[in-house]
């Protein structure tokens, strides 16, 4: 279970304080994965961060009973000049999993051959999206992040084989997702949030996120 209990978080941007989240009280249970309705530039990634641990709250508890991924597509704790073997090792130490085995998924599921013995570094953002990936997808997780503002890659055979894997995954973990289109949360959520102006309203169905959704943005 994640909960957010009178959560609130601001910046200020030089001008004015941005609002993120005005005391937002919400609850995700396992099983029920969520999609977040939010338009451009409203705190989409922040949102996402303060879930899985990356920023805190200005005010408010935020409580996980439960294993939380890092967002798809954080590059934290992958070290550039090391290669990809070396921070899989690392990070399936870390998670206190088999290293043989998380270096061999990783391997297979990135299909960057020669690249995976070189430095992170030097690689190019499709790369580097496709090992983040595969890291997220190597370690178990009751809930998975992700944010459609992180990198992307435009490997096909990589998309079908890492779709293939998430697919499976979704059937016993939970994906929290944020988008500002609604089709993007279809192939994910059962239940969906709307992110306005700090205000995080819980839905039972996406098409009623989708109604106030368009109300707000479209104004119709």
Known sequence: MLEFVNVSKSFWTGKQRKVILDRASFRVELGNSLGI????????????????????????????????SFPLGFMGGVTPRHTAVENSRYIARLYGLDPDYVESFCRWMCGIEEYFDMPVGTYSTGMKARFTFALLLALEFDIYLIDEGMPQTTDVAFNQK???????????????????????????????????????????????????????????
Request: glycine share 8%; hydrophobic share 40%; charged share 25%.
């Open 37 to 68: 309705l939010a338009p451009n530039g409203t705190g989409k990634t922040t949102v996402i961060n303060m879930m899985a641990g990356l920023e805190k709250p200005d005010e408010g508890v935020i409580n996980r009973k439960c294993k939380i």
């Open 162 to 220: 890492a779709g293939s894997v998430l697919r499976e995954r979704l059937e016993t973990t939970t994906v929290i997702i944020v988008s500002h289109q609604a089709e993007t949360l279809e192939k994910f959520a059962r239940s969906a949030a709307v992110l306005v102006d700090g205000q995080f309203i819980m839905f039972d169905t996406l098409e009623e996120a989708k109604q106030l959704y368009d109300y707000q943005t479209q104004g119709s």
